[in-house]
């Protein structure tokens, strides 16, 4: 049993690995995030012909545009999330692992503006590492990372499980087992002690 859970927790581990990098750069990202006084990203503004369906809900109109752009990896914006703006237009916010993009019906105009603030690397590091299965992607490539991480958390649950009964099965006075154990604690008590 000992050899085929070894192969096992070494196979998992495998697996995860890209995913762990992830989390890894995730938790450095929201542990040296200086939250809200950090600097907002500079918005990329772009507009582009569009007219909007006649006699429609604000709602509807949003949804016809949301369509019209096909923006990768953003979902449908909520209904409560469109809304007129202090000039009367219906504008809504798409969110994705890449950004928030803010969509603006210039409907005089026949336009839509589009101003994307996207995210630096660890931010978008940090949205792919809270996408979970709880919230129905529309992107299939979304959904399939959730499933990714979903298959992850359960996968290092057994790993720390099948990891402590390999240690203890195989040779508990191990020195160098015991030395990156204590090397291992003390590193995360220091970190934790130098991020508080």
Do not use: C
């Amino acid at each position: 049993m000992t050899r085929w859970l070894k192969k096992l927790h070494t196979y998992v581990g495998l697996l995860n690995l890209s995913i762990l990098v992830v989390f890894g750069i995730a938790g450095l990202a929201a542990t040296f995030d200086s939250g809200p006084a950090r600097t907002p990203f500079p918005a990329a503004t772009r507009t582009v012909d569009f007219r909007a369906p006649e006699n429609v809900s604000d709602y509807d109109a949003a949804l016809a545009a949301f369509r019209f752009l096909q923006l990768p990896l953003a979902d449908a914006p909520p209904r409560p999330d469109v809304r007129r703006d202090p000039r009367n237009n219906v504008a809504f916010n798409l969110y994705s692992a890449n950004g928030v993009r803010t969509v603006t019906l210039l409907e005089k105009e026949n336009r839509l503006r589009v101003e994307a603030r996207r995210n630096n690397l660890g931010h978008f590091f940090d949205n792919l590492h809270s996408a979970t299965m709880n919230y129905p992607h529309a992107a299939w490539s979304m959904r399939m990372w959730t499933w990714y991480t979903e298959f992850s958390i359960w996968s290092l649950v057994f790993m720390s499980v099948t990891g402590v009964y390999l240690w203890l099965a195989s040779r508990p006075g191990y020195g160098w087992a015991r030395i990156s154990f204590a090397a291992g604690s003390g590193l995360f008590l220091l970190l934790y002690a130098i991020t508080r």
